[in-house]
């Protein structure tokens, strides 16, 4: 079993939907969860980072993360084209051998369509 | 623009070569990844340095090897090449006081085993 599951998609919406994404983890160490944007095999860019459990807003974009679950989702409000993009969810744990070691899921290749 | 600066952007070599892949942190991080991204694997950990010192190894294979420099840059060594390498190889920094939030992906290094 991974360590951070991600349904790869694809997730295809129209333009204004609300969008969710989601992962799922298995090692109750991680304290750092974030989001990445990846586009057409760029750099990840950072849009969310959350420590520990909670809710984080950042204008159309709400990040969640319940760790009595193990689960973190990603909403997206009024989406735009220009949100069609792999997102990518991320997690670490604060210090060891694995600090600053980010685990990944596999991503979720998102269109949104005018 | 992330600030961290990988060379060179893209590169096509044989099976059995050896290449050397770049990186150029953000102003003042001390901390570099390096991370591999294939289409079946996705985003994997390869390896972590800290100031010139190996902080954690990931699923770096024997045939691969890293070193970060006293000016802080890092380069990845790929040696003796195999169909299965081609892939985007990332780099990224993080600050002192890491936080999930500080660190920065540069664009990545497109690798091409034929």
């Known amino acids: 079993q991974k360590e951070v599951e991600q349904d790869p998609g694809p997730l295809s919406v129209p333009e204004g939907a609300i969008v969710s994404l989601n992962c799922t983890y298995s090692?109750?160490?991680?304290?750092?969860f974030m989001w990445y944007r990846q586009y057409s095999r760029k750099g990840p860019e950072l849009l969310m980072y959350?420590?520990?459990?909670g809710n984080k807003e950042d204008g159309r974009f709400t990040a969640q993360v319940d760790k009595s679950s193990k689960y973190i989702s990603l909403f997206i409000r009024d989406s735009q084209p220009s949100d069609s993009a792999t997102y990518l969810c991320?997690?670490?744990?604060?210090?060891?051998?694995?600090?600053?070691?980010?685990?990944f899921g596999r991503g979720t290749q998102l269109t949104v369509w005018p | 623009d992330s600030g961290v600066t990988q060379t060179p952007k893209h590169l096509i070599t044989a099976t059995g070569q050896r290449v050397t892949l770049r990186c150029s942190p953000r102003?003042?991080?001390?901390?570099v990844y390096w991370y591999q991204q294939s289409l079946d694997q996705g985003l994997q950990f390869l390896i972590q340095?800290?100031?010139?010192?190996?902080?954690a190894k990931g699923n770096i294979l024997e045939r691969f090897s890293a070193q970060q420099f006293p000016d802080l840059h890092s380069e990845l060594n790929l040696s003796s090449l195999e169909l299965g390498d081609s892939a985007l190889y990332f780099c990224?920094?993080?600050?002192?006081?890491?936080?999930?939030?500080?660190?920065?992906f540069g664009e990545g290094s497109w690798l091409t085993v034929v």
């Open positions: 340095y800290y100031n010139g010192e190996e902080r």
């Open positions: 102003s003042g991080d001390l901390s």
């Open positions: 959350t420590y520990s459990s």
């Open positions: 990224a920094s993080s600050g002192r006081g890491f936080g999930g939030n500080t660190i920065y």
């Open positions: 991320a997690m670490s744990a604060p210090r060891g051998s694995t600090l600053g070691r980010l685990y």
């Open positions: 090692n109750s160490a991680f304290q750092y």
